[in-house]
């Protein structure tokens, strides 16, 4: 079975500042990753995934993540982050197509001015 | 494509009472997932169909809860003898099973039990 950690369950932050959202994930079989954003009251939406390849993977918004297979990490990350970055976000992994996806509880970004 | 829809928006209902969410999917997407989501918790997965078959059933999926996906199209969720507990965002979300991995959620039903 696949399960997700996410380290910090709050993250406040100044805008402009450079902020790091950590991922960790724990499975017997690879897995795939993904990134999603949820604003108050609104469905998820989707930042970015990593499947294969390139480790570095970068999204929309100017986030990007770093999968690390020795860590099983996957780290969310932004340089400078706008107060319209503030809402909640969930790491979440899959072992493969079409399955359901497993989610973290979730990281929520505060960022003020 | 309007992406996925769900509905409606909002219930509220007294507890006992049996409710009834629909989800439709993205027109092109064969599979299609629920999840509940409770406040300050990540969206825990309930049950996910192919096509008009339902693969996996999660425990948390009480005798009290069925889905259906009668035609491979839209979803129904009904929740029967609805507890206080039972209070929750019920989130859709189709993908097309293919290794693309584009899961694409909707909006949700949240559910407030009184």
């Known amino acids: 079975a696949q399960s997700v950690t996410q380290l910090d369950s709050q993250v406040p932050v100044f805008e402009e500042a450079p902020v790091e959202l950590r991922c960790n994930y724990s499975s017997s079989v690879s897995v795939y990753l993904f990134w999603y954003v949820q604003y108050p009251n609104q469905g998820l939406q989707l930042l970015l995934k990593?499947?294969?390849?390139?480790?570095l993977v970068k999204g929309i918004n100017g986030f990007e993540a770093e999968f690390n297979k020795s860590q099983t990490s996957f780290h969310l990350r932004k340089p400078s982050v706008h107060i319209s970055d503030t809402a909640e976000y969930f790491c979440?992994?899959?072992?493969?197509?079409?399955?359901?996806?497993?989610f973290g509880k979730g990281t929520t970004l505060s960022v003020s001015s | 494509d309007t992406g996925v829809s769900q509905d409606p928006r909002h219930k509220i209902t007294k507890r006992g009472q049996n409710v009834t969410f629909r989800c439709d999917p993205i027109?092109?997407?064969?599979?299609l997932y629920w999840y509940r989501q409770t406040l300050g918790q990540g969206p825990e997965f309930l049950t996910y169909f192919q096509n008009e078959a339902q693969l996996e059933k999660s425990r948390l999926l009480s005798d009290r809860f069925s889905a259906e996906r009668p035609k491979g199209s839209f979803s129904t969720l009904e929740i029967q003898r609805t507890e206080q507990g039972d209070s929750a965002m019920y989130l859709c979300a189709s993908s097309s099973g293919d290794r693309v991995f584009g899961y694409t959620f909707g909006s949700g039903t949240r559910l407030t039990v009184v």
């Open positions: 027109s092109e997407h064969n599979r």
């Open positions: 990593y499947l294969s390849g390139s480790t």
């Open positions: 979440a992994v899959t072992p493969g197509a079409g399955t359901a996806l497993i």
